[in-house]
């Protein structure tokens, strides 16, 4: 690609889509970014980055977006938008762009997503019937994920949550944006199917320890049961499948870690960046 080319991201304005954008942009794409009508966050997006107003669930508010796009950036909001509209917003996407790059899961990648739950797998297939250069980033959990940690951190040392001794090998959401941007930006990359990870394995509480080391205070981990973790998740606005899937995943991962790779390195040629480097970057939101 060159300097010239368009680069569309959607559900822009969450952990990832402001650092896909600004990887874009410095890369020398012109980035797009799919903001809905009602969004307060847009002023997350850097500065340079072209704001349209549009929700995958009306395709017909995509157009204006998608004109003249070479490649898209492609976010499904899972949790707050259901998959029926998905097979118009590709088809869409197909009929203007010859790239696209899909962030999907590590569930996909070791088969434990199937098809029939509507989620990262479905939109796999349904790009694998077009004509783009699609590209899978089927990634592990994002260090942002531990944010989820800070209202108990901030006011106690305790963190209660469900299988402390799960072992990911969770990425960096900036090194995740780096990657999407090369896909989209560089050869070489069309019909592959990335797993992209951090560059350890740690527990959550782990993460929960080098959180408190950080921020100078001894914290510590206590488990939750299963089922009542289950029905907070649902309390909170958690489909109950996807509760469901990810606690009998975390359970998976108190045997055996998470699976990993070297693709963040490979494709962007540093080494991917530890939790701790996170956590450092986000100490005062655990204070």
């Known amino acids: ?87 118009e917003v590709v088809r869409r996407i197909g009929a203007v762009a010859r790239r696209v790059v899909l962030v999907s899961s590590v569930g996909v990648h070791i088969g434990l997503e199937p098809v029939d739950n509507n989620c990262h797998a479905y939109l796999e297939q349904l790009l694998e019937g077009t004509t783009l250069d699609w590209t899978f980033l089927r990634t592990t959990g994002f260090h942002c994920n531990a944010m989820g940690f800070a209202p108990q951190i901030r006011t106690g040392d305790v963190v209660r949550h469900p299988y402390g001794a799960a072992t990911r090998t969770s990425v960096h959401e900036a090194d995740l944006a780096a990657v999407g941007a090369a896909a989209l930006t560089q050869d070489g ?24 080391e950080v921020i100078g205070r001894s914290l510590r ?46 494709l962007t040629g540093r080494p991917a960046r530890s939790f701790r480097s996170w956590a450092t970057e986000r100490a005062e939101s655990f204070r």
Not at 61 to 86: C, K, Q, R, Y
Not at 192 to 207: F, I, N, R, T
Not at 231 to 255: I, R
């Open 1 to 87: 690609m060159t300097a010239k080319n368009t680069v569309l991201v959607t559900a822009a304005t969450g952990n990832l889509g402001p650092l896909a954008a600004a990887e874009l942009l410095a890369a020398g794409a012109t980035v797009r970014a799919l903001v809905l009508p009602d969004d307060p966050h847009a002023d997350r997006l850097p500065r340079g980055v072209e704001i349209f107003r549009g929700d995958l669930g009306d395709p017909d508010s995509l157009d204006a977006a998608l004109e003249g796009v070479d490649g898209v950036f492609f976010m499904w909001p899972f949790f707050t938008l259901n998959v029926d509209t998905a097979p």
């Open 221 to 266: 981990w206590e488990d939750i049961e299963h089922d009542a973790a289950r029905q907070a998740m649902v309390d909170t606005g958690w489909p109950p499948s996807y509760a469901d899937g990810a606690l009998d995943y975390f359970a998976m991962l108190t045997k055996q870690p998470e699976v990993g790779s070297n693709v963040v390195e490979e």
């Open 189 to 212: 990359h069309a019909k592959k199917k990335y797993l992209v990870s951090g560059p350890e394995e740690l527990s959550q509480a782990d993460q929960v320890r080098i959180i408190g």
